[in-house]
C-alpha cells in the first residue's frame, strides 16, 4: 500500500521569501511518481510539478522546485519567491507504476498563507 | 481548449436520497477518475473509467457506481445517501497511455452536502 504524509501545520511566508512544504512517502514499488497540487478556495487541484522515482535529477518548473531525497522517502516543494496568490492548500499525491494502478494517493495537504 | 468540466457545483440532498454527478473530460482525454474530498482532508480515490468499463476501485461500498459514455464523459451515483457523504466530488480525466507525469487535469468538483 501507498501512504503519503504531510504533517506541517498551517505555514507562513512573507510575499518574495522562499518557503518548503514537506512530504514523506512509503511505497514498495520501486517504480512512482510524486506529485504537487495546488488547490485554492476554488475547489480545482492545479498541477504544479511532477518527478518520477528514476528521474536523476530534481524537477523544476518556473518557482517550483521539487527537493527529491530518495533514500529519505522524501519530495518537498520549494517555492521561491512567494506571491500573495500562493495562497491555497497544496497536496503531495504519489501514483505507482505497477500493473493496472493509475490512481493518485494524496496525503492530507498544507494550508499555506503568504503575508504582504 | 476547454479543461474538466463537472456539474453541478453545488448540490443538497437528503439522507437516504440517491445523487448523480457529471464529468465532461479534457479534450483528447479518455479515461476518468473520480475522488471524494471530505473537509480538510486529502482526495481518496473512488473509482477509475476507461473504455466504459469500470479499470480500478478504491475502497468504497458499492453505493458509489458510475459509468462513462461513448464521449468519455462519465456520472457519478451515490445511493442511500449518508451524511458522511457530505464532501467535495472531483473528477480528473487523463489519457491511458502517454506521458505519465503530466496526465491529470483535475475539474473544480461539486459540493455535495447531505442534510
Known amino acids: 500500500a501507498q501512504k503519503i504524509t504531510q504533517t506541517q501545520p498551517g505555514m507562513f511566508v512573507q510575499e518574495k521569501e522562499a518557503v518548503t512544504l514537506d512530504c514523506t512517502y512509503d511505497?514498495?514499488?520501486?517504480?512512482?511518481?510524486l506529485f504537487w497540487y495546488k488547490q485554492p478556495s476554488s475547489g480545482e487541484m492545479i498541477f504544479l510539478i511532477y518527478?518520477?522515482?528514476?528521474?536523476?535529477q530534481n524537477a523544476t518548473e518556473g518557482r517550483y522546485s521539487l527537493n527529491f531525497q530518495k533514500a529519505r522517502k522524501s519530495a518537498n516543494l520549494v517555492i521561491s519567491a512567494s506571491q500573495l496568490g500562493d495562497s491555497a492548500m497544496y497536496f503531495c499525491a504519489m501514483r505507482v507504476y505497477t500493473g493496472a494502478n493509475s490512481k493518485l494517493t494524496f496525503g492530507k495537504g498544507i494550508t499555506l498563507s503568504v503575508r504582504p | 481548449d476547454a479543461g474538466v468540466t463537472q456539474s453541478p457545483t453545488h448540490l443538497i440532498k437528503t439522507r437516504g436520497q440517491q445523487v448523480t454527478l457529471r464529468c465532461s473530460p479534457k479534450?483528447?482525454?479518455?479515461?476518468v477518475s473520480w475522488y471524494q474530498q471530505a473537509l480538510g482532508q486529502g482526495p481518496q480515490f473512488i473509482f477509475q473509467y476507461y473504455e466504459e468499463e469500470e479499470r480500478q476501485r478504491g475502497n468504497f461500498p458499492d453505493r458509489f457506481s458510475g459509468h462513462q459514455f461513448p464521449n468519455y464523459s462519465s456520472e457519478l451515483n451515490v445511493n442511500a445517501l449518508l451524511l458522511g457523504d457530505s464532501a467535495l466530488y472531483l473528477c480528473?480525466?487523463?489519457?491511458?497511455?502517454?506521458?505519465?507525469?503530466?496526465?491529470?487535469?483535475f475539474g473544480s468538483g461539486t459540493r455535495l452536502t447531505v442534510v
Open positions: 479534450s483528447g482525454h479518455d479515461t
Open positions: 518527478q518520477g522515482s528514476y528521474d536523476q
Open positions: 511505497t514498495s514499488d520501486p517504480s512512482y511518481g
Open positions: 480528473a480525466s487523463s489519457r491511458l497511455t502517454g506521458a505519465v507525469g503530466y496526465g491529470y487535469t
